[in-house]
């Protein structure tokens, strides 16, 4: 990666330097180069996201105000790049909320066009659900409510009005939702500054320093330049204390597979809906658009002046480096824990009594689209009903040579086969989205609960679920 190919094709992607015309590049001009480029990696520290405060806290529950916007980032040094924000940032302000205490979110939307804000991951009711057809009109304002009466998990916000959030994602609508319970506080799990949400994304970049974007409805969008809370593959400096690193592949359609070091281990206690039954070591793993997982890695066992690069096995050149960690002296003492033992118990599902196929096709009749069903998605139509407080089992089928994340909206299952091959043990939590494979098939076992009513499901490649891979589901009382 330090060779001179690298940082050509870091260059290329923003224009070439006259320095590189004619071929005439030597290995040392590439190196003074790279160290100018913007894209080079670990030029930034890790940006974090500031944590949005409550304006009341009155009647049992917080009120936080939000308004969408149209702003700028400086995400490329000396460069101002033009995104969509909530309040105008890159990514959003975190909330961290708690079980057992809603939450009132008052969007106001200052755009020009519609929006709205899914909670992802989130047990919300349907009316709250940021459905695709439920948008806010440009000057209008909408107050999501928020029960937060689920067990703890990393979920997120972003936009969903129909048909644009490969574009409005992308730009810059995304935002971590962090639901905090008592058991993560009795497993005396890291906090304050050493719990770090990271929001992974590709992008790629005009010459004037604005997010190039070029739609690709059968692949999904690719970028040649990862971005860690809105930096270019940052560097962090870690005390030698214990972290819990919350990752969140934003990502329009990249998967990745994640590596610290040479497999340095790291801990996954947790995936997209919450506490694992148990932690699990792991030396890589991967990560689907629209999918968390959450390790700990203990900084202690290295000495100060130690750097740590965090890869994405699965990318390509300038896409292999996602930051790095860099072990600095210090930490005090250790107030967190790795838990060694059963974190959790997760409740059985009552037994499923109906099995539904879902074949993933792409469709070319009218321009290309992907479909679930051979269908495409229609708001006046519902697609399947299941009853409240019932499971079943969900065969999705992709014989095509794409990946899928699907991913359900206001619920969570288990996944329970592959025909790939076993399950991995930090894939048996509740989850709200799989990654389906190229050619595979995998079942999913969601509970329908615990609200009725309208939702969606779909692929989270956010090409394919505009371009219409999504269908509507009822949950009938
Ligand atoms: Cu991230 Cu329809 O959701
Ligand atoms: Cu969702
Ligand atoms: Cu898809």
């Keep these: 990666m330090r060779n001179g190919s690298y940082s050509i094709a870091l260059l290329c992607s923003f224009g070439t330097p006259s320095a590189l015309k004619g071929n005439r590049i030597t290995t040392s001009a590439a190196h003074r180069a790279q160290a100018r480029s913007p894209f080079a990696p670990f030029q930034r520290d890790l940006p974090v996201m500031p944590e949005l405060k409550p304006t009341s806290t009155r009647g049992g ?92 998990a990393f979920l997120w916000y972003h936009d969903h009005a129909h048909g644009r959030t490969s574009w409005t994602l992308y730009h810059g609508l995304v935002g971590a939702y962090l639901l905090g319970d008592e058991r993560e506080q009795d497993l005396e799990l890291p906090q304050g ?177 992907w479909q679930i069903a051979n269908k495409g998605f229609d708001p006046v139509r519902i697609d399947v009903r299941p009853r409240l407080g019932t499971s079943e089992l969900w065969t999705w089928h992709n014989p095509s040579n794409r990946v899928h994340p699907m991913h359900l909206h206001g619920m969570l299952f288990r996944v329970v086969k592959r025909s790939s091959g076993t399950i991995h043990r930090g894939e048996r939590g509740l989850k709200d989205t799989v990654g389906v494979l190229a050619g595979e098939t995998v079942t999913v076992q969601p509970y329908f609960g615990p609200y009725a009513g309208r939702y969606v499901f779909h692929c989270h490649a956010l090409e394919h679920g505009d371009k219409a891979m999504m269908l509507q589901l009822e949950v009938d009382k």
């Design 61 to 152: 529950r917080d009120l936080y105000d939000v308004a969408i916007r149209d702003a700028t980032a400086e995400i490329l040094p000396g460069f101002q790049t033009p995104i969509y924000g909530y309040n105008g940032l890159y990514p959003g302000p975190t909330i961290r909320a708690r079980k057992g205490r809603p939450a009132i979110v008052r969007q106001r939307n200052r755009l020009s066009f519609d929006t709205n804000v899914h909670l992802h991951g989130g047990y919300v009711p349907s009316a709250h659900d940021g459905h695709p057809m439920d948008v806010i009109a440009p000057g209008a304002g909408f107050d999501y409510t928020y029960p937060n009466d689920q067990d703890g």
């Design 193 to 369: 500054e050493y719990d770090v949400p990271l929001v992974l994304a590709d992008h790629a970049f005009n010459k004037d320093g604005s997010f190039r974007y070029a739609e690709n409805v059968d692949l999904g969008f690719r970028g040649d330049t990862l971005l860690v809370n809105g930096a270019v593959s940052p560097r962090m400096a870690v005390k030698r204390r214990i972290y819990r690193l919350r990752f969140l592949n934003a990502s329009n359609a990249r998967s990745y597979e994640l590596q610290l070091g040479q497999g340095r281990q790291m801990l996954q206690i947790a995936s997209d809906g919450g506490l694992l039954e148990s932690p699990v070591a792991r030396s890589s793993f991967p990560l689907h658009p629209a999918e968390r997982i959450e390790v700990l890695v203990d900084f202690r066992s290295f000495k100060p002046g130690s750097q740590l690069i965090l890869k994405n096995t699965a990318g390509e050149a300038t896409t292999t480096a996602v930051m790095r960690f860099d072990v600095v002296d210090g930490g005090g003492v250790e107030e967190a824990r790795m838990p060694q033992g059963p974190m959790r118990t997760i409740e059985a599902m009552p037994k499923p009594k109906v099995t539904r196929n879902w074949d993933l096709s792409l469709a070319t009749a009218s321009g290309i689209q």
